[in-house]
Protein backbone atom coordinates (compact mmCIF):
# COMPACT_ATOMS: atom_id res chain seq x y z
CA UNK A 1 0.00 0.00 0.00
CA UNK A 2 0.71 3.51 -0.92
CA UNK A 3 2.21 5.59 2.58
CA UNK A 4 1.75 9.19 3.49
CA UNK A 5 3.92 12.01 4.22
CA UNK A 6 2.15 13.44 6.71
CA UNK A 7 5.63 13.04 8.80
CA UNK A 8 7.76 14.70 6.73
CA UNK A 9 7.66 17.78 4.38
CA UNK A 10 10.78 17.40 2.14
CA UNK A 11 11.22 15.57 -1.03
CA UNK A 12 14.74 14.12 -1.92
CA UNK A 13 16.70 15.46 -4.81
CA UNK A 14 17.83 14.99 -7.47
CA UNK A 15 13.91 14.95 -8.05
CA UNK A 16 12.80 13.87 -11.65
CA UNK A 17 9.52 15.56 -12.72
CA UNK A 18 7.48 14.56 -15.23
CA UNK A 19 3.86 15.87 -16.89
CA UNK A 20 2.56 12.69 -18.60
CA UNK A 21 0.30 13.61 -21.35
CA UNK A 22 -1.83 11.70 -24.24
CA UNK A 23 1.01 12.41 -27.01
CA UNK A 24 3.82 14.18 -25.14
CA UNK A 25 5.72 13.21 -21.63
CA UNK A 26 8.11 16.12 -20.35
CA UNK A 27 10.65 15.59 -17.90
CA UNK A 28 12.77 17.95 -15.99
CA UNK A 29 15.75 17.37 -13.03
CA UNK A 30 14.89 19.46 -10.00
CA UNK A 31 18.34 19.41 -8.15
CA UNK A 32 18.25 21.72 -5.36
CA UNK A 33 15.79 24.36 -3.74
CA UNK A 34 16.27 27.34 -6.16
CA UNK A 35 18.92 26.36 -9.23
CA UNK A 36 18.07 25.90 -12.77
CA UNK A 37 16.21 22.82 -14.00
CA UNK A 38 17.03 20.87 -16.67
CA UNK A 39 14.81 19.76 -19.24
CA UNK A 40 15.21 16.33 -20.71
CA UNK A 41 14.13 15.54 -24.65
CA UNK A 42 10.29 14.62 -24.93
CA UNK A 43 9.12 11.22 -24.96
CA UNK A 44 6.41 10.52 -27.32
CA UNK A 45 4.11 8.02 -25.27
CA UNK A 46 3.36 5.80 -28.65
CA UNK A 47 7.23 5.02 -28.71
CA UNK A 48 7.58 3.48 -25.49
CA UNK A 49 5.71 0.40 -24.14
CA UNK A 50 5.57 1.95 -20.46
CA UNK A 51 6.49 4.94 -18.42
CA UNK A 52 9.71 3.03 -17.03
CA UNK A 53 11.01 2.75 -20.64
CA UNK A 54 10.76 6.45 -21.62
CA UNK A 55 12.66 7.49 -18.24
CA UNK A 56 15.44 4.63 -18.60
CA UNK A 57 15.93 5.86 -22.16
CA UNK A 58 15.60 9.81 -21.97
CA UNK A 59 16.80 10.68 -18.42
CA UNK A 60 18.87 7.28 -16.68
CA UNK A 61 21.63 8.32 -19.42
CA UNK A 62 22.20 11.57 -18.45
CA UNK A 63 21.03 11.57 -14.61
CA UNK A 64 19.94 9.46 -11.26
CA UNK A 65 17.11 11.01 -9.60
CA UNK A 66 16.38 9.91 -5.78
CA UNK A 67 12.59 10.59 -6.08
CA UNK A 68 10.34 11.38 -8.48
CA UNK A 69 6.74 13.93 -9.25
CA UNK A 70 4.44 13.07 -11.75
CA UNK A 71 1.39 14.19 -12.81
CA UNK A 72 -0.90 12.24 -14.64
CA UNK A 73 -4.35 13.02 -16.23
CA UNK A 74 -7.19 11.33 -14.63
CA UNK A 75 -8.11 10.05 -10.77
CA UNK A 76 -4.54 8.49 -8.70
CA UNK A 77 -5.82 5.13 -6.84
CA UNK A 78 -4.47 2.19 -6.15
CA UNK A 79 -0.94 0.98 -6.50
CA UNK A 80 -1.41 0.53 -10.59
CA UNK A 81 -3.14 3.91 -12.51
CA UNK A 82 -3.72 3.50 -15.90
CA UNK A 83 -3.39 6.83 -17.93
CA UNK A 84 -6.15 7.88 -19.32
CA UNK A 85 -5.26 9.25 -22.70
CA UNK A 86 -2.57 6.99 -23.35
CA UNK A 87 -1.63 2.89 -23.04
CA UNK A 88 0.43 3.33 -20.26
CA UNK A 89 0.20 2.27 -16.35
CA UNK A 90 2.02 3.77 -14.09
CA UNK A 91 3.35 1.20 -10.85
CA UNK A 92 5.15 3.14 -8.78
CA UNK A 93 6.29 -0.05 -6.61
CA UNK A 94 7.99 -1.16 -9.57
CA UNK A 95 9.23 2.40 -10.77
CA UNK A 96 11.00 2.36 -7.74
CA UNK A 97 12.65 -0.88 -8.38
CA UNK A 98 13.62 -0.43 -12.17
CA UNK A 99 14.84 3.08 -11.87
CA UNK A 100 16.65 3.11 -8.70
CA UNK A 101 14.12 5.25 -7.08
CA UNK A 102 13.74 5.95 -3.30
CA UNK A 103 10.32 7.74 -4.04
CA UNK A 104 7.32 8.40 -5.87
CA UNK A 105 4.40 10.91 -5.77
CA UNK A 106 1.60 10.98 -8.35
CA UNK A 107 -0.39 14.15 -8.79
CA UNK A 108 -3.22 14.75 -10.96
CA UNK A 109 -2.20 16.44 -14.10
CA UNK A 110 -4.35 20.23 -13.68
CA UNK A 111 -3.53 19.67 -9.69
CA UNK A 112 0.14 20.19 -11.15
CA UNK A 113 -1.71 23.38 -13.35
CA UNK A 114 -2.99 24.88 -10.32
CA UNK A 115 0.08 24.47 -8.01
CA UNK A 116 1.83 26.76 -11.07
CA UNK A 117 -0.77 29.80 -10.33
CA UNK A 118 1.04 31.31 -7.58
CA UNK A 119 4.65 31.58 -9.50
CA UNK A 120 2.69 32.86 -13.31
CA UNK A 121 3.48 36.61 -13.78
CA UNK A 122 1.87 38.81 -16.22
CA UNK A 123 4.05 37.65 -19.03
CA UNK A 124 2.43 33.93 -18.35
CA UNK A 125 -0.77 35.12 -18.83
CA UNK A 126 -3.65 36.83 -21.23
CA UNK A 127 -6.73 38.45 -19.83
CA UNK A 128 -9.76 37.98 -21.16
CA UNK A 129 -11.84 40.81 -19.86
CA UNK A 130 -11.81 43.20 -16.61
CA UNK A 131 -12.30 41.62 -13.09
CA UNK A 132 -9.18 42.10 -10.86
CA UNK A 133 -7.97 39.06 -8.66
CA UNK A 134 -8.28 39.14 -5.06
CA UNK A 135 -4.87 37.88 -3.36
CA UNK A 136 -5.12 34.49 -1.68
CA UNK A 137 -8.82 34.11 -2.63
CA UNK A 138 -9.64 30.59 -4.84
CA UNK A 139 -8.47 30.36 -7.83
CA UNK A 140 -9.52 27.41 -10.64
CA UNK A 141 -7.46 26.19 -13.46
CA UNK A 142 -9.43 24.72 -16.40
CA UNK A 143 -8.80 23.46 -19.73
CA UNK A 144 -9.13 21.82 -22.77
CA UNK A 145 -6.34 19.48 -24.33
CA UNK A 146 -6.68 16.18 -25.01
CA UNK A 147 -9.27 16.14 -22.61
CA UNK A 148 -10.48 18.36 -20.28
CA UNK A 149 -8.98 19.18 -17.21
CA UNK A 150 -10.01 21.43 -14.14
CA UNK A 151 -8.71 22.06 -10.45
CA UNK A 152 -8.44 24.76 -7.91
CA UNK A 153 -6.64 26.37 -5.62
CA UNK A 154 -7.53 27.15 -2.06
CA UNK A 155 -5.69 29.57 0.47
CA UNK A 156 -6.08 28.98 4.15
CA UNK A 157 -3.99 28.97 6.91
CA UNK A 158 -0.91 30.46 5.05
CA UNK A 159 -0.60 27.67 2.93
CA UNK A 160 -1.87 27.25 -1.09
CA UNK A 161 -4.00 23.76 -0.98
CA UNK A 162 -5.21 21.96 -4.41
CA UNK A 163 -8.16 20.59 -4.91
CA UNK A 164 -7.84 17.67 -7.73
CA UNK A 165 -11.02 16.83 -9.36
CA UNK A 166 -13.10 15.51 -12.70
CA UNK A 167 -14.64 18.86 -13.66
CA UNK A 168 -14.17 18.18 -16.94
CA UNK A 169 -17.32 15.65 -16.69
CA UNK A 170 -19.90 18.14 -15.13
CA UNK A 171 -22.95 18.68 -17.52
CA UNK A 172 -23.26 21.17 -20.00
CA UNK A 173 -26.40 22.36 -21.33
CA UNK A 174 -28.17 23.48 -24.09
CA UNK A 175 -29.19 27.08 -23.35
CA UNK A 176 -29.63 29.04 -26.64
CA UNK A 177 -32.16 28.13 -29.73
CA UNK A 178 -29.30 27.47 -31.77
CA UNK A 179 -27.95 25.26 -28.90
CA UNK A 180 -31.22 23.23 -29.17
CA UNK A 181 -30.76 23.03 -32.88
CA UNK A 182 -27.73 21.62 -32.51
CA UNK A 183 -27.36 19.33 -29.23
CA UNK A 184 -29.26 16.17 -31.24
CA UNK A 185 -26.79 16.15 -33.41
CA UNK A 186 -23.47 15.97 -31.17
CA UNK A 187 -22.33 12.42 -30.77
CA UNK A 188 -21.96 11.48 -27.42
CA UNK A 189 -18.81 9.33 -26.57
CA UNK A 190 -19.63 8.27 -22.59
CA UNK A 191 -22.62 6.08 -23.34
CA UNK A 192 -25.38 8.92 -21.78
CA UNK A 193 -28.35 6.34 -21.80
CA UNK A 194 -31.77 8.10 -23.26
CA UNK A 195 -31.35 11.51 -22.26
CA UNK A 196 -28.04 12.90 -23.82
CA UNK A 197 -26.35 14.06 -21.42
CA UNK A 198 -23.19 15.86 -22.69
CA UNK A 199 -20.22 16.33 -20.59
CA UNK A 200 -17.79 19.05 -20.73
CA UNK A 201 -15.40 17.15 -22.15
CA UNK A 202 -17.79 15.80 -24.82
CA UNK A 203 -17.68 19.19 -26.57
CA UNK A 204 -14.39 21.05 -24.62
CA UNK A 205 -11.03 18.79 -26.05
CA UNK A 206 -9.78 19.00 -29.09
CA UNK A 207 -12.00 15.49 -30.09
CA UNK A 208 -14.68 17.34 -28.91
CA UNK A 209 -14.18 20.69 -31.35
CA UNK A 210 -14.21 18.01 -34.16
CA UNK A 211 -17.96 16.62 -32.67
CA UNK A 212 -19.28 20.15 -32.09
CA UNK A 213 -18.03 21.65 -35.68
CA UNK A 214 -19.84 18.01 -36.88
CA UNK A 215 -23.26 18.57 -35.10
CA UNK A 216 -23.16 22.63 -36.46
CA UNK A 217 -22.76 20.62 -39.80
CA UNK A 218 -25.12 18.54 -39.19
CA UNK A 219 -27.53 20.58 -37.94
CA UNK A 220 -27.75 22.60 -40.83
CA UNK A 221 -28.06 19.45 -42.94
CA UNK A 222 -24.59 20.26 -44.53
CA UNK A 223 -20.98 18.05 -44.89
CA UNK A 224 -18.10 17.93 -42.67
CA UNK A 225 -15.03 19.21 -44.35
CA UNK A 226 -12.50 18.69 -41.22
CA UNK A 227 -11.46 15.63 -38.66
CA UNK A 228 -8.90 17.05 -36.98
CA UNK A 229 -9.65 20.10 -34.06
CA UNK A 230 -6.51 22.14 -35.62
CA UNK A 231 -8.24 22.38 -39.18
CA UNK A 232 -11.38 23.77 -37.52
CA UNK A 233 -9.71 26.32 -35.45
CA UNK A 234 -7.24 26.97 -38.59
CA UNK A 235 -10.33 27.45 -41.19
CA UNK A 236 -12.41 29.35 -38.20
CA UNK A 237 -9.77 32.06 -37.20
CA UNK A 238 -8.91 32.92 -41.41
CA UNK A 239 -12.57 33.07 -41.83
CA UNK A 240 -12.34 30.80 -44.47
CA UNK A 241 -15.39 28.34 -43.22
CA UNK A 242 -18.54 29.49 -41.56
CA UNK A 243 -19.31 26.14 -39.99
CA UNK A 244 -16.00 26.09 -38.69
CA UNK A 245 -16.17 29.90 -37.13
CA UNK A 246 -19.44 28.83 -35.78
CA UNK A 247 -18.18 25.60 -34.29
CA UNK A 248 -15.18 27.57 -32.40
CA UNK A 249 -17.54 30.28 -31.61
CA UNK A 250 -19.79 27.96 -29.58
CA UNK A 251 -16.55 26.22 -28.15
CA UNK A 252 -15.78 29.19 -26.59
CA UNK A 253 -19.08 29.77 -25.07
CA UNK A 254 -19.54 26.53 -23.53
CA UNK A 255 -15.89 26.90 -21.96
CA UNK A 256 -17.63 30.36 -20.66
CA UNK A 257 -20.02 28.64 -19.06
CA UNK A 258 -17.95 25.74 -17.47
CA UNK A 259 -15.54 28.46 -16.12
CA UNK A 260 -18.44 30.67 -14.59
CA UNK A 261 -19.86 26.99 -13.31
CA UNK A 262 -16.53 26.13 -11.59
CA UNK A 263 -15.86 29.75 -10.77
CA UNK A 264 -19.46 29.99 -8.99
CA UNK A 265 -18.40 26.40 -6.89
CA UNK A 266 -15.22 27.44 -5.49
CA UNK A 267 -16.35 31.34 -5.31
CA UNK A 268 -13.09 32.29 -7.56
CA UNK A 269 -11.94 35.79 -6.99
CA UNK A 270 -8.42 34.62 -7.29
CA UNK A 271 -9.29 34.33 -11.29
CA UNK A 272 -9.73 31.17 -13.56
CA UNK A 273 -6.70 29.98 -15.30
CA UNK A 274 -7.80 28.57 -18.52
CA UNK A 275 -4.55 26.02 -19.22
CA UNK A 276 -4.32 22.94 -22.08
CA UNK A 277 -3.15 22.86 -25.26
CA UNK A 278 -6.02 24.55 -26.87
CA UNK A 279 -6.88 27.49 -25.27
CA UNK A 280 -3.26 29.38 -25.99
CA UNK A 281 -3.47 28.54 -29.46
CA UNK A 282 -6.76 30.27 -29.74
CA UNK A 283 -6.17 33.15 -27.44
CA UNK A 284 -6.77 35.96 -29.73
CA UNK A 285 -9.93 34.16 -30.89
CA UNK A 286 -11.61 33.56 -27.43
CA UNK A 287 -10.75 37.35 -26.73
CA UNK A 288 -13.31 38.01 -29.08
CA UNK A 289 -15.79 35.36 -28.53
CA UNK A 290 -18.96 35.03 -26.51
CA UNK A 291 -16.54 33.37 -23.36
CA UNK A 292 -16.80 36.48 -21.30
CA UNK A 293 -20.30 36.92 -21.00
CA UNK A 294 -20.96 33.84 -21.37
CA UNK A 295 -18.78 33.58 -18.31
CA UNK A 296 -20.40 36.10 -16.49
CA UNK A 297 -24.04 35.44 -17.08
CA UNK A 298 -24.94 33.43 -13.93
CA UNK A 299 -27.84 35.51 -12.88
CA UNK A 300 -28.14 36.72 -9.76
CA UNK A 301 -25.08 36.55 -9.35
CA UNK A 302 -23.62 38.47 -12.35
CA UNK A 303 -22.23 41.09 -10.70
CA UNK A 304 -19.95 38.78 -8.64
CA UNK A 305 -19.14 37.41 -11.89
CA UNK A 306 -17.83 40.35 -13.65
CA UNK A 307 -15.42 41.34 -10.58
CA UNK A 308 -13.99 37.74 -11.17
CA UNK A 309 -10.87 37.58 -13.73
CA UNK A 310 -10.07 35.49 -16.46
CA UNK A 311 -7.17 34.90 -18.21
CA UNK A 312 -5.36 32.25 -20.70
CA UNK A 313 -2.07 30.71 -19.32
CA UNK A 314 0.22 31.01 -22.56
CA UNK A 315 3.58 29.59 -20.27
CA UNK A 316 4.69 27.01 -22.16
CA UNK A 317 5.06 24.19 -19.83
CA UNK A 318 2.93 25.52 -16.74
CA UNK A 319 2.51 21.76 -15.44
CA UNK A 320 6.44 21.62 -15.05
CA UNK A 321 6.17 24.53 -13.60
CA UNK A 322 4.03 23.92 -10.96
CA UNK A 323 5.77 20.38 -10.28
CA UNK A 324 8.85 21.87 -9.86
CA UNK A 325 7.64 24.70 -7.52
CA UNK A 326 5.66 21.94 -5.12
CA UNK A 327 9.73 19.56 -5.53
CA UNK A 328 11.82 22.55 -4.35
CA UNK A 329 9.23 23.57 -1.53
CA UNK A 330 6.57 21.04 -0.41
CA UNK A 331 6.17 22.96 2.70
CA UNK A 332 4.42 25.56 1.13
CA UNK A 333 1.63 23.96 -0.82
CA UNK A 334 -1.28 21.58 1.58
CA UNK A 335 -0.62 18.83 -1.04
CA UNK A 336 -2.46 15.60 0.42
CA UNK A 337 -0.33 13.03 -0.45
CA UNK A 338 -2.42 9.93 1.38
CA UNK A 339 -2.29 7.09 -1.00
CA UNK A 340 -0.65 9.03 -3.84
CA UNK A 341 3.26 8.87 -1.92
CA UNK A 342 5.51 5.40 -2.63
CA UNK A 343 9.02 5.18 -0.90
CA UNK A 344 11.34 2.58 -1.14
N1 LIG B 1 -4.27 24.35 -33.34
C1 LIG B 1 -5.08 23.55 -32.64
N2 LIG B 1 -6.38 23.85 -32.53
C2 LIG B 1 -7.21 23.04 -31.83
N3 LIG B 1 -6.83 21.93 -31.22
C3 LIG B 1 -5.55 21.59 -31.30
C4 LIG B 1 -4.61 22.37 -32.01
N4 LIG B 1 -3.40 21.76 -31.92
C5 LIG B 1 -3.59 20.66 -31.16
N5 LIG B 1 -4.88 20.55 -30.81
C6 LIG B 1 -5.49 19.49 -30.01
O1 LIG B 1 -5.11 19.67 -28.65
C7 LIG B 1 -5.06 18.41 -28.01
C8 LIG B 1 -3.72 18.28 -27.27
O2 LIG B 1 -3.78 19.16 -26.18
P1 LIG B 1 -2.60 19.27 -25.11
O3 LIG B 1 -1.41 19.85 -25.82
O4 LIG B 1 -3.13 19.97 -23.93
O5 LIG B 1 -2.30 17.78 -24.84
P2 LIG B 1 -2.15 17.01 -23.46
O6 LIG B 1 -3.46 16.41 -23.13
O7 LIG B 1 -1.48 17.84 -22.42
O8 LIG B 1 -1.18 15.92 -23.81
P3 LIG B 1 -0.16 15.89 -24.97
O9 LIG B 1 0.45 17.26 -25.13
O10 LIG B 1 0.78 14.88 -24.58
O11 LIG B 1 -1.02 15.45 -26.13
C9 LIG B 1 -5.26 17.35 -29.09
O12 LIG B 1 -6.62 16.93 -29.09
C10 LIG B 1 -4.98 18.12 -30.37
O13 LIG B 1 -5.68 17.59 -31.46
Given at each position: MAETTTDRDFIRFPTLIGDIGGTNARFSLVSDGDGPTRRFANAQTADFATIDDAIAATVLPEARPRSAVLAVAGPVQGDRVPLTNCS???????MIERLGLDEVILLNDFEAQALSLPGLGPDDLVSIGGGESVPNAAQVAVGPGTGLGAAALIHARGTWFPVPGEGGHIDLAPVSERDFQIWPHIDEPFGSGPY???????????????????????????????????????AAMDGSDGHAEEALSLFCVHLGRLAGNLALAFMARGGVFLAGGIAARIAPFLAQSGFRDAFIDKAPHQAL?????????????????????YARHPETFGVATEGRHWRR
Open positions: WVVEPRRRRIAGETLLCGAGLVRLYKAVVAADGARSRFDDPAEVTAMDKMPTSVVIHPEPALAGLTA
